[in-house]
Each structure stands twice: as C-alpha cells, then as structure tokens.
C-alpha cells in the first residue's frame, strides 16, 4: 500500500489526508529532518488528464516563488517511478491546524468579531498575493483550503491559506486556452467563462464567510439575479451584511474589485453607508477618500479638501486596475520667448565660431572643430526643451504591473526611463512651495515638487525640472497617487 512506502528514498508515508481524481494528499515523515510535511501525489492513472498535469506544475513554481508565514512553503518536487505509482510529488510545510470545513463540521460556530478576524487574515494574504508581479490569483478559496490555528486570546487563531493547485499566474488573454477551475458555490459568474481576476478571490471570500455565518453551504442558499441571498440566515451588524454583498456582487463593475479596498471598507463600514452600488465604484471611492499609511487606512477628509485646480489642462484617469496622468505641454510664455532668443544666440555664435575656425586653419581646423561638439549637445538639448515646452506632453501610468513615465513629441514616444515593476514604487515625497535665502540673504522661491522614488531612482514633477506644473497642480496630484496607490506622502522643505 502507498501508506506504507517511502517516497523519494526520504518521505515516509503516514497518513492520507485526501483524494480526488488522479490526486492524493499525504502527511509524510522526512526522514532527514524528521519533520512532518505534506506530499501532494499526481498519479499516471485512467483519471490522469494533460491538464492536471499543467496545473500541478504550475502549483509547484508558484509555490517556490511565493514567501508568506500564512502560506505553506515549498520544499521538494520530484519523478515518482516505483513499481505501484507512477507520476509527480509535491513536497511542502505542514501546518497542524484544521480547515474551516472541518470546524464547521465538529459544530463550531464563528461570532461576527471572529468572522471580521478570518476576513481581514485573509485579505492580508490576497494583498500580498494580488500585489506580486504577475498578479497571484487562487482562484479556488473555499473553507477547506483555509487552515485556522488553535484560538489565543481574543485572537480567532492563526489563518493559513492553503491549496494551490487551481493558482492563475497570468490573465487569460483573448483567444488563448483557458481552463475552468474552481468549487460550485464559491465560484463567481466570470469564473464559469474561464476569466479570473484578483476580485473572483474577493467573490470566493466572501461566499466562505457566509457559510460560516449561516452553517449552510452557498450553493443551497436562494439566489436573486445571482445574488446570494443570506439576510434570512443570519444575526450581523447591517455593516458586515453590506460588506458581503458587496463582496459577492455576480457583476464585476459592482463588485469591490481589490483586497485593499475591501479591507478599508470592512474596516470602515460607514463607507459603504454613504453611497448605493450603482452610483459608483467602491474601490475608486476609497482610493479617493483613504490612504494607507503603512498600519492604518487614514481619511483623508476629502470633502473639505482637495480637488484638480480650476483651469488646469492635466488629463487624470483611473479606476480598479491602473492611473494615468497626462500633462499637456504648457504653451508659449515669456520663459520659452527668452529660451528661444537665447538658443538663437547660442548656435549663431557656435555656427559662426565653428566655421570659423576650419576655414581660417583648414584641415586641421576640422579637429579643433570637434571641441564645438559638447556646446552642439547642450544647443540641441535646449532645443528639445523649447519644443517639448511648445508642443510635447508627458504621460504617467501605473497599473497593476508597472510604472511607466513616456514622453510624446509630435508622434514619437520616447519612453525614459523603461518601464519598472509597480512594487518598485518606495516613496512619494511631496516638497511644498517655499522661500529660501541664498548667500546674499536674499528671499528667492521655490518652486512645488513631486519625487517619485521607483527603487533607487527618482523621477520628479514640477520644482525646477522641464515639467512646470503649479502648486496647486502639484498638491493635487501628489495626493491622488497616494490615495490610489495605497502608498503614504512623505513632505519635504
């Protein structure tokens, strides 16, 4: 029998914990290290399908590559070729908790407060999951994939999230093959189709909470315009009962559509109080009126604050998925007359000089010519500015992915620096407008500016860079991004 081999001339079989079709999970004893961990087996069998085995090796690489202390790590993965099995195993950390199936089952019950806890355990980790690059998406989070810690205090226990064998790295493009995974009950609608994105978590969610608060599973519940219908169920504060139907909305649009925002608005159910689902989009108004200050979500108190500056040509757009700021080039001024006078002046006198000096000692002119070339790169680096000033704009993007910073000028993009990993983005420091003295004494202005530090480089707006924006253009933008990115202003001067 398989319970009672050695798997890899080094795990000891124990116990079978589950089985289903062509999959056997085991605990099994490393006889090197003599700790328990858990094998998952993929047997060659009349079960076996090609894609079971795509799936079981995606669980395996996205395992190694995940760190998190409430997701089990990878530890081996291996041929299995003995003369009864044949097939794949997975090796990873065993975690001694029961699933939340099996403490519905033993007649545990869970209070709002305890419920609340998983919630917000869980969130974290989809947080973290849905934060890497590409995106990590479960894509089959149900109570017998989340493990739970003996209690301790006033603490639900420790939440584990468990069971990757379903796991989307990448988004299903148009086109392409995609393949249905998932649990009946805890799937929501775009799921059917074979389209996941980080909100089908925050859907599976939320029909595992409500089965804990109802004890009945989401399948045998009534459903209205595929809505789950739990209110007859349960005894909950109006604010969680909210909270999970905005959790389980069947349409995305309406859905909340990233961890962070649903864990603000659980957090803070009077959000949820203050406006109807269909007049807008949840997470926007959360990325609007909340900032994470790296412990706490902190208001921002918006409805007495800030707001884009009468008369300005900024273009902001943003929803769930990504934020893009365009800055139109400013036009003609006095500051671009004298730019270009001065530039006029400068290369008739280079032109003039250069000239001059391989006519008058030719051929050997030619190489004191050559002094001219960095005078010619500065002459032509001004000359971008007054046309990228005149006629040029700037685009900033960050989605789920990356940030990216390109410039436009009449057709072409120069995109420079290349594109970055979001999670790259460290700092958003926000130095106001202000007065200095020089040596003299003398009271001089500095301008408003935004430092966008991506890793160990900084990109900057305003200040005294070639991007002339106002304060208030400034103030306005710095605290956009960080309301939408989740990341805190750091003020400067």
């Not at 009534?222 to 604010?239: C, T, W």
């Not at 902001?316 to 365009?326: F, H, Q, S, Y």
């Not at 958003?428 to 991506?454: M, S």
Request: glycine residues 8%; hydrophobic residues 40%.
């Amino acid at each position: 029998m398989i319970t009672e081999q050695i798997l890899g001339g080094r795990y000891e079989i124990q116990q079978q914990l589950g089985k289903k079709a062509g999959r056997r999970t085991f605990v099994a004893r490393d006889l090197t290290t003599q700790e328990l961990v858990i094998i998952k087996l993929l047997s060659f069998n009349s079960d076996f399908e090609w894609d079971d085995l795509k799936l079981f090796e995606r669980e395996a690489e996205t395992l190694k590559s995940l760190s998190h202390p409430a997701i089990p790590r990878y530890l081996d993965y291996f041929e299995v070729n003995s003369p009864t099995i044949k097939g794949f195993a997975l090796v990873q950390t065993y975690i001694p908790s029961q699933t939340l199936e099996q403490c519905l089952q033993s007649g545990r019950s869970f209070t709002e407060v305890e419920v609340k806890q998983i919630a917000t355990a869980v969130l974290e980790i989809l947080i973290y999951l849905h934060g890497l690059n590409p995106p990590v998406i479960h894509r089959d989070l149900k109570p017998s994939n989340i493990l739970l810690g003996d209690r301790s205090g006033n603490s639900v226990g420790q939440v584990y999230l468990v069971d990757f064998g379903s796991v989307q790295t990448v988004l299903a493009t148009e086109g392409g093959t995609r393949t249905v995974v998932g649990t009946y009950g805890y799937m929501p609608p775009e799921q059917f189709g074979g389209r996941t994105v980080p909100a089908s978590d925050l859907y599976s969610l939320g029909a595992t909470l409500i089965y804990l608060v109802t004890g009945t599973h989401p399948a045998d519940l009534p459903q209205k315009d595929l809505q789950i219908q739990f209110d007859h169920a349960v005894h909950l504060s109006s604010g969680l009962k909210q909270w999970l139907q905005w959790m389980t909305e069947p349409s995305l649009d309406r859905r909340l559509s990233n961890a962070n925002a649903a864990l603000a608005a659980l957090e803070h159910p009077q959000l949820l109080q203050k406006l109807q689902p269909a007049e807008i989009n949840l997470s926007d108004w959360i990325r609007g009126h909340w900032y994470w200050d790296g412990n706490n979500w902190v208001s921002n108190n918006l409805d007495v604050g800030i707001s884009k500056p009468a008369g300005s040509k900024i273009q902001l757009t943003k929803n769930g998925d990504a934020l893009e700021i365009t800055i139109p080039s400013k036009g003609f001024d006095i500051s671009t007359l004298y730019g270009a006078g001065f530039a006029i002046a400068w290369h008739s006198f280079l032109l003039f000089w250069t000239i001059t000096v391989i006519v008058s000692a030719f051929p050997v002119g030619i190489l004191f010519a050559l002094f001219s070339l960095p005078f010619w790169s500065g002459g032509v680096a001004m000359i971008w500015r007054i046309l990228f000033d005149l006629f040029g704009s700037l685009r900033l993007r960050i989605n789920n992915n990356q940030f990216s910073l390109k410039r436009h000028l009449f057709g072409f993009t120069f995109n420079r620096p290349h594109a970055s990993p979001r999670d790259k983005i460290n700092h958003l420091v926000y130095i106001p407008e202000h007065f200095t003295k020089n040596q003299e004494g003398i009271r001089k202005l500095v301008p408003a500016q935004l430092d966008i530090w991506v890793g160990r480089e900084k990109y900057c707006l305003g200040g005294y860079t070639d991007i002339t924006l106002s304060a208030a253009e400034i103030e306005w933008l710095v605290y956009e991004l960080s309301y939408w990115s989740g990341i805190p202003i750091t003020q400067d001067g």
